[in-house]
């Protein structure tokens, strides 16, 4: 992996144990679902701007 930068994220405390939970019960750590997350968001809307349609 390429050097890795941190990015904070706030929640509201009721997000927050929701995302733990969903992380817990299906084994992602937080960290790699949010940047798994935050990559298929941009690569979505790099789709939409070059061809006006959504993936």
């Known amino acids: ?3 890795a930068v941190r990015v904070q994220v706030l929640m509201r405390p009721a997000e927050a144990e929701r ?15 949010i940047a798994r997350l935050i990559r298929d968001h941009l690569d ?3 789709t939409v701007r070059i061809t006006g349609r959504k993936k």
């Open 19 to 33: 995302f733990e939970r969903y992380c817990a019960q299906r084994g992602h750590k937080k960290s790699t679902l």
């Open 1 to 3: 992996m390429s050097e």
């Open 44 to 46: 979505r809307e790099e």
